[in-house]
């Protein structure tokens, strides 16, 4: 009778231990799985965080304008022709931007009409936005019942929250003779996330 008292209790303890072996390799799985990066592109400038991430990048793309490019047309006339895939009133702050560059820079009088002008910059910009990222180690808890979907814990993290502006351009004449290589800008504001504490790290002026 004590013998089968001790195999009984034997095999509930070794139950227990599979169970025990079970959950840490479910949550070693996880955690294996949550050790790389992901990104998700945003089309919202809803706060001003967004908003002067994508500014500033603007604005350093327009700082960025090659002098050799620019400088042989000091003292002409120039149309600005840009094109984008979304968001007129972003497309034509960017115009905004580099018109006043060109004009402090080069003085270069950027005219509305082609048919007033010496030269034509075609503008090609191929990103006007945010996006952000999440890369490193952390442990996510949202596959427990009662707790939210994106609660995680940090083991060490990097995440990512980015304005990015970029473009390309044609210069000439026509606007068809030149092309440019592609300028790109971005600003960030990071953040280290350790299991403790959260430390921002941020490059917007």
């Given amino acids: 009778m004590n013998g089968l008292r001790f195999t009984v209790y034997g095999l509930r303890n070794k139950g227990s231990g599979v169970r025990g072996a079970v959950v840490v390799l479910v949550l070693g799985v996880a955690l294996v799985l949550s050790g790389c990066s992901a990104r998700q592109l945003q089309d919202s400038l809803t706060g001003s965080t967004a908003q002067r991430l994508v500014t500033h990048a603007i604005d350093e793309l327009a700082e960025s304008l090659p002098e050799?490019?620019?400088?042989?047309l000091r003292g002409s006339r120039l149309v600005i022709r840009s094109h984008f895939i979304e968001r007129d009133e972003l497309r034509e702050y960017a115009d905004r931007r580099l018109?006043?560059?060109l004009g402090a820079r080069f003085d270069i009088d950027v005219v509305e009409h082609a048919l007033i002008a010496d030269h034509v910059l075609n503008?090609?910009?191929?990103?006007?936005?945010?996006?952000?990222g999440l890369r490193g180690f952390y442990l996510p808890l949202g596959f427990m019942p009662g707790i939210d979907e994106t609660t995680r814990i940090n083991l060490v993290t990097l995440?990512?929250?980015?304005g990015v502006a970029q473009m390309?351009?044609?210069?000439?004449e026509t606007g068809s003779e030149q092309r440019s290589s592609i300028l790109t800008s971005r600003q960030r504001t990071d953040a280290i996330g350790l299991p403790i504490i959260t430390i921002p790290v941020s490059t917007i002026r």
């Fill in 99 to 101: 018109a006043v560059e």
């Fill in 159 to 162: 995440e990512q929250f980015h």
């Fill in 68 to 72: 050799q490019d620019f400088e042989p």
């Fill in 123 to 132: 503008v090609f910009y191929t990103s006007l936005g945010t996006d952000r």
């Fill in 168 to 172: 390309y351009y044609y210069l000439g």
